[in-house]
């Protein structure tokens, strides 16, 4: 299909391994974000990356949170020495261009991360 | 900065009745304000948007008019039906920056 895929779809780890989210965006589009939704809540806004332009990186919650977009598609969100606090679904968008603010967000399945 | 408050849920409805889901926001500038809806088993998708003052959203029986005023979006349908049962987001995005701000999401179910 042409949508937002992540992988993987579920994880499971232990607490203080790292663990990589992978998401592949619509082609062509030059903006993706990152999210995480907890259990119960919202939205949380992580990353995001606008063509070559330095990454928005307000949102990760601490250093432990890392990622990057290679050749301007594929990004990878990685999170080092894991804890239960992390456990949430990660959300992966992208949209046509970010700055434009209209812009429809296309998200993917979630990859659903488990601390243990 | 910019938030999002949506109304608590969740909200409980027999099929045809009129709903309502009230979102407030609070922004700087003139943002663009969205409402997203998870189905069950589904990823997010956008349902309606509105990009300045006044607009309405409009799809699948969903309305939501930008009130700048009251600084508003709440997302309306005249008769619900069962298969409308899912999380809906209100959602605003800053025109000066990429990120988007979502609301916690409100749970719709409707009963046949």
């Known amino acids: 299909g042409a949508g937002v895929s992540q992988s993987p779809s579920n994880k499971v780890t232990e607490k203080g391994k790292d663990v990589e989210l992978r998401c592949d965006p619509i082609?062509?589009?030059?903006?993706l974000y990152w999210y995480r939704q907890s259990l119960g809540q919202g939205l949380e806004f992580l990353i995001y990356?606008?063509?070559?332009?330095?990454?928005?990186k307000s949102g990760l919650p601490s250093d432990r949170f890392s990622a990057e977009r290679t050749g301007g598609s594929v990004s990878t969100l990685t999170i080092q020495r894991t804890q239960q606090e992390d456990s949430a679904v990660y959300l992966c968008?992208?949209?046509?261009?970010?700055?434009?603010?209209?812009?429809?967000?296309?998200f993917g399945p979630g990859t659903r991360l488990l601390v243990l | 900065g910019n938030s999002v408050t949506q109304m608590e849920g969740p909200v409980t409805l027999s099929e045809e009745a009129f709903l309502t889901i009230n979102c407030t926001y609070t922004a700087t500038g003139y943002p663009s304000l969205f409402w997203y809806v998870q189905y069950p088993g589904e990823g997010l998708q956008l349902l309606l948007k509105?990009?300045?003052?006044?607009d309405k959203g409009s799809n699948k029986g969903f309305e939501a008019t930008y009130r700048k005023e009251t600084t508003s979006f709440h997302l309306e349908k005249g008769s619900v039906q069962v298969s409308d049962s899912a999380v809906y987001f209100c959602a605003l995005a800053d025109t000066n920056a990429g990120k988007s701000t979502f609301g916690d999401g409100t749970t719709l179910t409707v009963k046949p």
């Open positions: 509105a990009t300045k003052a006044d």
């Open positions: 968008a992208s949209s046509l261009v970010a700055l434009a603010g209209a812009e429809t967000q296309y």
């Open positions: 990356f606008q063509g070559n332009s330095a990454p928005d």
């Open positions: 082609s062509g589009h030059t903006a």
